[in-house]
């Protein structure tokens, strides 16, 4: 019955010209992915609602309708860009490995991504509108940075509790490993200071970085063990 009324409900809709909620939700897909590459290529300074509505074959009207401003729109696009791709990136930690391989996996899948031409690209634009848009930006890093917090925690807090590490605070841990490893290369990247590539001399640095950081979480006396 319920089933039923659904599909009344849609064809009526489909009949009258209402979108239905999957019409929305593919619109703002293509609204999103076709600002992005507005600001992409222009900046946001450059990038206006005219261009990303001509873009997206949609009036300004419907632009603003959804999203209400165009740093809404760019503060949509980035979030989106983020969790879409840490979805789609977020690794299963095997607890069969040990500490060092486990950072090592998650840093290789994170920077594998970041250190790209395009996400190199999109921190820049963020950085640049970072002081015109405190609020803007601090969503944008909070959003990304507290995910990957949460993938570092949980592996610091589980070799933890298996006595591979001393720490009494993991999330503070977490927080430091990933300013060290994944934010540190992300930022020279912007700054044009090394490539927008995770290339061999990129991936040495992590795992020397890596080693350093667990180095220093390790209980007094494996650190005298491994030579630390």
């Known amino acids: 019955m319920a089933g039923e009324a659904k599909r009344i409900g849609v064809a009526r809709a489909r009949r009258t010209g209402r979108p239905t909620a999957a019409d929305a939700v593919r619109l703002t897909g293509?609204?999103?992915?076709?600002?992005?590459?507005?600001?992409?290529?222009?900046?946001?300074?450059e990038a206006s609602a005219d261009m990303i509505a001509a873009r997206a074959r949609i009036s300004k009207r419907t632009l603003y309708a959804r999203f209400g401003s165009k740093a809404r729109v760019f503060e949509a696009v980035i979030l989106d860009e983020i969790d879409t791709q840490l979805r789609a990136l977020e690794p299963a930690v095997d607890s069969s490995l040990n500490v060092v391989d486990q950072l090592q996996s998650i840093a290789d899948v994170l920077l594998e991504w970041l250190l790209t031409p395009r996400i190199v690209?999109?921190?820049?634009?963020?950085?640049?509108q970072a002081v015109r848009f405190p609020a803007l930006a601090a969503n944008i890093h909070e959003f990304g940075f507290q995910r990957a917090v949460q993938w570092v925690g949980s592996i610091l807090a589980h070799a933890t509790a298996k006595g591979e590490l001393a720490l009494a605070d993991p999330v503070f841990a977490a927080e430091q490993f990933v300013n060290l490893v994944v934010v540190a290369p992300m930022r020279r990247s912007a700054l044009g200071l090394a490539p927008a590539s995770y290339d061999a001399s990129?991936?040495?640095?992590i795992r020397r970085g890596i080693r350093l950081f667990v180095g220093g979480c390790m209980p007094p006396g494996a650190r005298e063990a491994s030579g630390g």
């Open 202 to 205: 990129a991936r040495d640095r």
């Open 30 to 45: 293509h609204i999103l992915k076709c600002a992005r590459d507005v600001f992409f290529e222009h900046g946001f300074d």
């Open 121 to 128: 690209s999109m921190e820049r634009v963020v950085t640049a």
